[in-house]
């Protein structure tokens, strides 16, 4: 009980710390609103029929950023300087620092996917098939799965530059290859079969389904199935591979363990397709 | 000057003692610790006792080792040989035991730019089964006004005294501050003192590292000198400084001139000279010489005009034991 209160403070505390940040704040809100404007109005035209066709990309490409940049880049800097290592006296585990974090992420992320859906309505006049909730429920595993991967990136990488430079490794294969700066068929086959493991092309495809097919969840355990494989898989990963100081050297047997889970899930994903 | 004075008679006639002398039992136990990084050896067989209510002094200068063997008690770092208990548990078995009874001010503490001094501590203390007194903290920190000022508009002797306070979040059992006063300008440093003056106070078990030698002296009950991974002297300031085999010189001005010759004589006094009217009697045992010194005074109806006494210090017996100055 008395962890969970602790949890529960952790958790309101970063989420107003991140409020508090008004430069942050002001970018994680532009960003979103640059891009919507960019792809509805310029590539689409303002038609409201390839503005919804473009929406679901638009929102992935949203989550990935907040997933990579906004927990990959800050978690390293934090560990830089030295802000874990005063959480690593109280006797509390990456459990908390990583489970805390996604918990005060996920609503900023999730209201600036919104502010993007409801801009599009308002805006370009979008009718969006699908419900609220199979929506939203596919934004949360989708943002879920990317967060995720943040974290895996935070404990893979030694610095924030290093951190950074993963993340762009990491960010434009998932764009380009992953459905959604523009739909995977028009990739060659070859290269179709390999993007099928990026987990950008289940976020895409699912909000797809829902929001322009109308398909309810049912539908979609598939690729919500896929996400949520593939957060579970990235979270074990990342609290396996976890650091609190910047001088701390990744032990190799950890690395070895990771690397394991990552070949097997991967391998999976590849051979569950074909 | 004379306080000084009454001070060494009156310590002499007393047997020499602290708090920590009465057998206190130990809340810290380090045993022939030894730490490598490659082929550094950065303590090297340390062993030393911390015992309840006193404050312990791990004095060195920088690179000495006495991070290492802190961060190494702490649960921080593991280590290569030895032994640790820290209040009956072992921070490589059992370090979250440790953790939860222990507070530790790192040497930089840093936290979230934004995050407001009264929000740390209430953060922190969730952390634990049982916290302290948010105001209490404050006022023992002397952070009462800046409750509600942000981690990043607080100067470096605040955000120093704020890490003291976070590490009395779990009302601890034992208190670490790493090298609280480094890189302090001198009054944020004597803030600080006061602060560690009230835990003293309060009983609180301490381990206090520094490569001040005045911080040790003032605050500590023992301390250990510690030199290239190792204990090269320990005891109280007073048993250190008394290992020292330099001598106390004691300095007088009379009103009218006297006999070099005769003060040479004065019982316990082993050299005197004389510049421009003053005399410097040397001697190692201070308090008797200068109790012979007024005897002859009296007898002889000299009339004095300054006296003062200045004793060997911790930094001559760190020159002694190392041949060099603690901050080279």
Redesign the interface.
């Known amino acids: 009980m ?1 962890m969970l ?2 949890w529960v ?2 958790t309101l ?1 970063g989420l ?2 991140t409020f ?2 008004r430069q942050a704040i002001f970018w994680t809100y532009a960003f979103p609103l640059f891009f919507l404007f960019l792809f509805a109005g310029v590539f689409a035209r303002g038609r409201a029929e390839i503005v919804l066709t473009m929406l679901p990309g638009l929102l992935c490409i949203s989550a990935m950023s907040a997933g990579l940049w906004g927990i990959g880049v800050t978690l390293p800097a ?1 560990r830089e ?3 874990l ?2 959480y ?5 585990g990456p459990g908390m620092i990583i489970t805390s974090a996604i918990a005060s992420n996920l609503p900023v992320s999730l209201s600036t996917l919104l502010m993007q859906i409801a801009l599009a309505k308002i805006v370009y006049g979008i009718e969006i098939a699908g419900g609220v909730f199979a929506t939203l429920i596919t934004l949360v595993v989708g943002a879920l799965a990317f967060f995720s991967l943040g974290f895996v990136v935070a404990s893979l990488a030694d610095n924030v530059k290093s951190a950074t430079i993963l993340c762009n490794l990491l960010f434009f294969p998932l764009m380009f290859l992953g459905g959604a700066a523009f739909p995977m068929q028009f990739l060659p086959p070859k290269l179709q079969d390999l993007a099928r493991v990026l987990p950008s092309n289940y976020m895409v495809d699912g909000l797809y389904r829902v929001m322009k097919e109308g398909a309810g969840l049912a539908a979609n355990l598939k690729n919500l199935g896929v996400l949520l494989l593939s957060c579970l898989v990235s979270l074990v990963i990342a609290a396996k591979l976890f650091r609190w ?1 910047a001088s701390e050297k990744m032990p190799l047997k950890r690395k070895a363990w990771a690397t394991l889970i990552a070949v097997i899930f991967v391998g999976a994903a590849l051979f569950v397709k074909r | 000057m004379t306080t000084d004075l009454i001070d060494s008679i009156e310590t002499e006639k007393r047997p020499v003692t602290t708090v920590a002398d009465y057998e206190a039992p130990a809340q810290v136990i380090v045993r022939n610790l030894t730490k490598r990084y490659g082929d550094l050896t950065a303590v090297a067989g340390v062993s030393f006792n911390v015992r309840r209510g006193e404050v312990f002094g791990l004095l060195g200068p920088n690179g000495a080792g006495k991070t290492t063997t802190v961060e190494i008690v ?1 649960g ?1 770092r593991s280590r290569d040989g030895g032994e640790v208990a820290v209040c009956g548990f072992d921070p490589a078995e059992n370090v ?1 035991e440790v ?2 009874r222990i507070g ?1 001010a ?1 040497q ?8 407001e001094v009264r ?1 740390a501590l ?3 203390a ?4 049982r916290g302290a007194d948010i105001d209490r903290l404050l006022r023992t920190v002397s952070l009462e006004e800046k409750a509600k000022s ?1 981690f990043d508009t607080l100067s470096g002797g605040q955000q120093q005294r704020l890490a003291v306070a ?1 590490a009395l979040v779990n009302d601890p059992e034992v208190v670490i501050l790493d090298e609280p006063t480094t890189g302090l300008d001198a009054q944020a440093r004597r803030e600080l003192h006061d602060v560690i003056e009230r835990l003293k106070r309060e009983s609180k078990t301490v381990i206090l590292t520094t490569h001040y030698i005045e911080e040790a002296e003032r605050l500590c009950d023992r301390a250990a000198i510690i030199d290239h991974g190792r204990v090269i002297a320990a005891g109280t300031p007073r048993e250190l400084t008394a290992a020292s085999r330099k001598q106390s010189r004691i300095e007088l001005r009379t009103a009218e001139p006297v006999e070099l010759s005769q003060l040479r004589l004065i019982p316990f006094v082993e050299s005197v000279t004389e510049t421009g009217g003053a005399y410097a009697l040397r001697s190692s045992d201070a308090p008797r010489a200068l109790i012979e010194l007024v005897k002859w005074m009296e007898a002889e109806r000299h009339e004095l005009l300054d006296l003062h006494i200045t004793r060997p210090t911790l930094e001559d017996t760190f020159i002694e034991l190392t041949g060099r100055r603690i901050r080279e």
Do not use: H, Q
């Open positions: 008395n209160n602790a403070n952790n505390t107003k710390l508090r940040d934090m300087r030295g802000v290592r005063r690593r006296l109280a006797p509390i100081e | 702490e921080l979250n953790k939860k530790v790192l930089a503490t840093a936290l979230p730019d934004k995050i929000e209430a953060l922190f969730g952390f634990y089964p942000r976070l």
